[in-house]
């Protein structure tokens, strides 16, 4: 089952080179909510002021930041597609529960090279961070966080509902966001 959960999660990063139309709008994420117990158990590296290249993707998010959304196996680093990256799948009961995330750092990619994948790309920003959400169809859903003029953070989001994607994926950049390096 899990490598079906992580083929939609690959393809979405194999989309993401050339630049499209975009949709007017402002992608607005949810107010950041303390984990529970104050406290991420995923180690965090000050990243502020720091290189975009410097940044463990796997370091952005811990299992405190997810327990809203149920259990997590522990992240694998990923490789490829141009971005080093982190993947997080949900210990799910029935295959309507399932979620894979991913955290994608690409160091040589902004946000203004992000592709619509089929349903618009709404801009705005997250913390007033420039920011694009991605719908990608047919579950998934893209939130590319701008790290540098040619460098972003990806939070990429599958499961069995595109509108319960993009929703977790707009919180999961709420909670990335303020660790990521200022620009």
């Known amino acids: 089952m899990k490598k079906l959960l992580l083929v939609p999660l690959t393809a979405a990063a194999f989309v993401l080179v050339a630049c499209s139309t975009e949709k007017p709008g402002t ?43 149920g259990t997590f196996e522990s992240p694998v680093p990923s490789d490829g597609a141009g971005a080093r990256g982190c993947e997080f799948t949900k210990k799910a009961e029935t295959a309507a529960d399932a979620v894979t995330l991913g955290v994608d750092v690409r160091d040589k990619q902004g946000v203004d090279s992000v592709v619509d994948g089929g349903n618009g790309k709404t801009t705005g920003n997250v913390n007033g961070r420039k920011a694009v959400l991605v719908p990608k169809p047919p579950s998934g859903c893209l939130m590319a966080l701008e790290t540098g003029a040619s460098a972003r953070v990806d939070v990429v989001v599958v499961s069995t509902d595109p509108q319960k994607s993009c929703g977790m994926a707009e919180k999961i950049a709420d909670i990335v966001e303020p660790k990521l390096p200022k620009g």
Do not use: K, M
């Not at 406290?39 to 811990?62: K, R, V």
């Open 27 to 69: 992608p607005s994420a949810a107010p950041s909510s303390p984990a529970r117990g104050g406290e991420s158990t995923a180690p965090t590296t000050a990243t502020g002021g720091a290189d975009p290249a410097s940044i463990d993707p796997c370091s952005l998010l811990g299992a405190a930041d997810l327990a809203s959304y």
